[in-house]
C-alpha cells in the first residue's frame, strides 16, 4: 500500500492506496527559477518570437498601452513591466505609456492591491496612467468589428486609441480555452461583457474543442485570436512560472506564435495521459483555489477526462466562502434535476448568455454523467448538495462511498493537484 496525499485548503488528506494505484501528477514540480526573472525576460525581449523588437515597434509611435494582468492572476508583473517599459524607452524615450488592467469580468482591482501586483515604485510612477477597465460600463467602451462566431467585438476605449498595444501576461492550462496568455489580454481581459459572453456561450463551451490544453479547434480561442488582431496586438510579453510563482521562462514577441511556443513549452511539463477508472479523486490545489465551488469546477474537469463511462467523481475543495458566486449556484438549484439545468444552458442562444452560464454548465455537464461525492466544509453541506452533488464530511467516508456504489473492486485513479494537469490522449 502506497499513501497518496491531496491537496485540501491549507493541508493535506491522505489515503491509503495500493501501490499500482495511478497517481496523475504534472512535472510542474520540475520547473524551478534558476535566475532573476528580470533577466529571464530581458533576454526573451531581445530575442523576439516572429517579430520586432519593441524598441523598433516604438520608435514613431506617439503612446503605448500595455495591457497588464489585474488581482486574480499571480502574474510576476514585477518581472515583466520594468524590462518592457525600459525596451520601449530604449526605441523611444518620449513614448507615452499607460497601464490598462485586464479584470475581464472580474471586480475592479483595488490601489492596495495594484500596489502589491507592481510595487511601490512601479505604482508610484504610473499610478496618473493607470486604466482599470470596466466589461460593464458601455461608455469606456467601443465596438471594432465582429466577432468569427457573431457577436460585436468591443473592447476598451483606451486599448483603441493608441498607436502601439501590447500585453504582458502567463501562460497555465485552462479548463475551457485551453490556455491562458496570449490572446486572452484582449478578449476577455479588455472586452465589454457583450463580446465576453457571446464568447462564452452555450454551444462553444459544449464544443469538444473547448477543454484545457487544447487550442486547434477550440472556438473560444479562435475568436480570441480574431479580437486580438482586430485589436492591433502588436506584441507580447508572457512568461511561464513554478509553484513558487517565480518566473522561469519567458516567451516575447508575435502574440499568436509567441503564445504557442510557450504553450507548448509548459505542455511538455502538464500533460498526462489519461488513467481510466471506475473513482477518481481530484482536487482543485488547495488553498486558495479551492476556497469556493465556482473554482472547484476546474479540478473537476481533470478527474472528468479520466473517469469512465458512469464512474464516479471524488471532489475535494473546502468551499470556505461557498458557492462563489449566486448566478453559478442557482442555475443548477432551482433546476428540479441536473439535467434540465444542462438542457436550460445548452438552450440559451449565443446573445442571451448569462454571467457564470459557462461555470453551470461544465459543472453539470460533468455531474449528470458521473455520481460527484464533494469533501467540502461541514458548514457547505447544503450547498453542495444544492448543486446537485453528495456532500462527505471527510475522503475516507467519500471513499467508501464510491467503493460501495462502484464495487470492491473498482478500480482508482487519484489526482493530487486538480489543476496542475492536462489530462488527454
Given at each position: 500500500?502506497?499513501?497518496?496525499k ?5 493541508t ?6 495500493p ?7 504534472s512535472?510542474?514540480g520540475e520547473l524551478?527559477?534558476s535566475?532573476d526573472?528580470?533577466?529571464?525576460v ?10 520586432p523588437?519593441?524598441?523598433?515597434l516604438a ?7 500595455i495591457i497588464?494582468?489585474d488581482h486574480?492572476?499571480?502574474v510576476?508583473?514585477?518581472?515583466i513591466?520594468p524590462?518592457?517599459?525600459?525596451e520601449?524607452?530604449?526605441g523611444n524615450?518620449?513614448?507615452?505609456i499607460?497601464?490598462?488592467v485586464?479584470t ?11 500596489k ?12 496618473d496612467?493607470?486604466i ?5 460600463n458601455?461608455a ?5 468589428g ?9 473592447i476598451?476605449?483606451?486599448?483603441v ?7 504582458e ?8 480555452a485551453g ?5 486572452k ?5 479588455v472586452a465589454?461583457?457583450?463580446t ?6 452555450s454551444?462553444?463551451?459544449d ?5 484545457s490544453?487544447?487550442l486547434?479547434?477550440n472556438?473560444l480561442?479562435?475568436d480570441m485570436v480574431?479580437?486580438?488582431?482586430m485589436a492591433h496586438?502588436a ?10 510563482k ?11 506564435t ?7 513549452f509548459i ?9 481510466w477508472?471506475?473513482?477518481v479523486?481530484?482536487t482543485n490545489g ?8 465556482y473554482q472547484?469546477?476546474?479540478g473537476?474537469?481533470?478527474?472528468e ?6 464512474g464516479?467523481?471524488i471532489m475535494?475543495?473546502?468551499c470556505s466562502?461557498?458557492s462563489?458566486g449566486e448566478a453559478?449556484?442557482?442555475?443548477i438549484?432551482?433546476a428540479?434535476?441536473?439535467e434540465d439545468?444542462?438542457?436550460k444552458?445548452?438552450a ?7 454571467p ?5 454548465q461544465?459543472?453539470?455537464?460533468i ?5 460527484v ?5 461541514p458548514e457547505?453541506?447544503?450547498l453542495i448538495e444544492g448543486?446537485?452533488?453528495t ?9 467508501k462511498?464510491a467503493?460501495?456504489?462502484?464495487g470492491?473492486?473498482?478500480?482508482l485513479?487519484c489526482?493530487?493537484?486538480?489543476i496542475s494537469?492536462v489530462?488527454?490522449?
Amino acid at each position: 500500500m502506497k499513501t497518496v496525499k491531496f491537496f485540501y485548503a491549507r493541508t493535506t488528506l491522505d489515503l491509503e492506496v495500493p501501490d499500482a494505484t495511478p497517481v496523475l501528477t504534472s512535472r510542474i514540480g520540475e520547473l524551478k527559477s534558476s535566475g532573476d526573472g528580470r533577466d529571464i525576460v530581458r533576454r526573451a525581449l531581445e530575442h523576439p518570437i516572429d517579430s520586432p523588437r519593441l524598441s523598433e515597434l516604438a520608435q514613431g509611435k506617439p503612446d503605448c498601452v500595455i495591457i497588464i494582468s489585474d488581482h486574480t492572476r499571480p502574474v510576476p508583473s514585477r518581472d515583466i513591466l520594468p524590462a518592457m517599459i525600459e525596451e520601449l524607452r530604449r526605441g523611444n524615450p518620449s513614448i507615452d505609456i499607460k497601464l490598462l488592467v485586464a479584470t475581464g469580468f472580474h471586480r475592479p482591482t483595488s490601489v492596495s492591491e495594484l500596489k502589491e501586483k507592481l510595487g511601490d515604485a512601479l505604482y508610484d510612477e504610473f499610478k496618473d496612467k493607470i486604466i482599470i477597465h470596466d466589461a460593464h460600463n458601455p461608455a469606456t467602451n467601443m465596438k471594432i468589428g465582429v466577432l468569427p462566431s457573431g457577436p460585436d467585438c468591443i473592447i476598451d476605449k483606451a486599448a483603441v486609441h493608441t498607436s502601439l498595444l501590447v500585453a504582458e501576461g502567463f501562460i497555465e492550462p485552462h479548463f475551457f480555452a485551453g490556455f491562458s496568455g496570449g490572446r486572452k489580454s484582449v478578449l476577455p481581459g479588455v472586452a465589454d461583457a457583450v463580446t465576453v459572453m457571446g464568447n462564452h456561450c452555450s454551444k462553444f463551451i459544449d464544443d469538444p474543442h473547448a477543454r484545457s490544453g487544447i487550442l486547434d479547434g477550440n472556438p473560444l480561442h479562435r475568436d480570441m485570436v480574431a479580437a486580438a488582431e482586430m485589436a492591433h496586438l502588436a506584441f507580447i510579453c508572457n512568461v511561464v512560472i513554478d509553484e513558487n510563482k517565480k518566473t522561469v521562462a519567458a516567451f516575447a514577441g508575435n502574440f499568436l506564435t509567441a503564445h504557442r511556443a510557450g504553450c507548448d513549452f509548459i505542455a511538455d511539463y502538464v500533460c498526462v495521459k489519461p488513467a481510466w477508472a471506475d473513482i477518481v479523486i481530484s482536487t482543485n490545489g488547495g488553498y486558495p483555489l479551492d476556497q469556493n465551488a465556482y473554482q472547484a469546477v476546474k479540478g473537476m474537469t481533470a478527474a472528468e477526462a479520466t473517469v469512465k463511462e458512469g464512474g464516479v467523481i471524488i471532489m475535494l475543495a473546502s468551499c470556505s466562502d461557498g458557492s462563489g458566486g449566486e448566478a453559478f449556484y442557482h442555475t443548477i438549484a432551482d433546476a428540479p434535476t441536473i439535467e434540465d439545468a444542462y438542457q436550460k444552458c445548452l438552450a440559451t442562444p449565443q446573445e442571451k448568455t448569462v454571467p457564470d452560464q459557462w461555470e453551470s454548465q461544465i459543472l453539470a455537464r460533468i455531474v449528470r454523467k458521473h455520481r460527484v461525492i464533494f469533501v467540502a466544509e461541514p458548514e457547505q453541506k447544503t450547498l453542495i448538495e444544492g448543486l446537485k452533488m453528495t456532500y462527505a464530511p471527510d475522503l475516507t467516508t467519500a471513499y467508501k462511498l464510491a467503493r460501495e456504489i462502484k464495487g470492491e473492486d473498482a478500480s482508482l485513479t487519484c489526482i493530487p493537484n486538480g489543476i496542475s494537469v492536462v489530462v488527454r490522449e
